[in-house]
Structures are given as C-alpha cells and as structure tokens.
C-alpha cells in the first residue's frame, strides 16, 4: 500500500512537472505580447531577435487597460518608440505572465544593437554584431557607449515598466534596460 502511494505520488510529480514545462509559450521572432502592469493595466513588447537560448525584447511606451485589445492595433504598437529594451530569458513568457497577442514584422535592423567585449589593456575592445559573427575594433567612444552582451531575468525588465508607470520604486538598476538610440549593429557595420 506504501508502495503504491509512493508510486502515485512520484508519477503526479512527474505530471505536474511536464505540464508546467510545456506551459511556456513557443515564442518567434515578430511576436507581439503583454506585460501586467498591474490589475488594470498592460504594457506591450515585441520580440526582435534571438541569441542562444535569449531573446532581444523591446516594450513600447504604450499601457492599455485591461478591457482594451492591443493586438487590434499591432501596426501602430510596432511602430512607435520603444522604452525599454533587454536581451532576456524566456520564463515569463506563461499563461497569467507576460502573454503573446499577436504578430507584426519585426524591425530588426532598426533595433538590434551591437555588443563590445575585451578590455582596452588587454587585445583592444572589441565590436560585434547582435548574432556574434561579425566583430571589429571598436573606436573609443563606442568602448564606452556600446553596452556588454548580458542576458537577464525578464523579472528586471517587468519591475522597470512597473515602476515608469508609478508602480514600485525606480532603481537605478532600470537603466541598464532602457532603451538607447544609436546602438543598433545595422548602423556600426557596412
């Protein structure tokens, strides 16, 4: 009868542990989801490009009530500016997390920064383009303007977009995921 149970329980976990994993969303290039903001309240993001196992995510500064539909609006949501701007992981990408409404072309090029890497000491910074296959010196402003590649928790991003629309407080860890012009990889290769 022990045995059984114990049987029992270790298949429910087994169960339970295969439907939360297949409970993340399949998530594609193009993809057009939502952040709570809070009860009432959603931001709306795009999903730019993918690097490994990361996505590149930027959030429009736009918040629709929970009673509105973004996805009716997709082209205007794609084409304004974004605030916020991460190469992240895709965990909150579930159901009653940050939720997929739709899909629009994805203006990669436009967005898609250039990473640096090295130390100037060492063999010089270094330059690369979002995928990582192109790299070149990188001059002396851009050592400094170019961020480092870094993938976050999507948690960071979340609380950021919370607190620019008065929910928590603003640390200065958000402006590490706010967006910047003038990065893009398009623009610092020929």
Do not use: C
């Not at 490009?49 to 509105?68: M, N, P, R």
């Not at 690369?128 to 400094?144: I, L, Q, Y």
């Not at 961020?147 to 609380?159: Q, Y």
Request: charged share 25%; hydrophobic share 40%.
């Amino acid at each position: 009868m022990a045995l059984e149970r114990a049987f029992e329980a270790h298949h429910g976990i087994a169960r339970w542990m295969l439907n939360s994993a297949k409970s993340v969303y399949d998530v594609a290039i193009g993809d057009v989801f939502t952040i709570p903001v809070d009860d009432q309240r959603r931001s709306v993001g795009q999903v730019l490009g993918e690097y490994k196992s990361a996505l590149y995510v930027i959030v429009f500064d736009q918040i629709f009530g929970a009673d509105q539909d973004p996805s009716l609006q997709l082209e205007d949501l794609t084409g304004s500016q974004p605030l916020f701007a991460r190469l992240i992981f895709d965990s909150r990408f579930r159901p009653g997390m940050w939720e997929i409404i739709g899909h629009a072309a994805a203006d990669s090029e436009r967005y898609l920064p250039a990473f640096t890497y090295g130390a100037a000491e060492l063999d010089g910074v270094k330059i690369t383009d979002f995928s990582g296959s192109r790299v070149r010196r990188a001059s002396g402003p851009e050592s400094k303007e170019v961020p480092r590649r870094a993938i976050d928790s999507p948690l960071i991003l979340e609380k950021a977009i919370q607190a620019h629309h008065g929910i928590g407080r603003w640390l200065p860890a958000f402006e590490e995921v706010r967006y910047r012009p003038g990065i893009a990889w398009s623009e610092l290769f020929d």
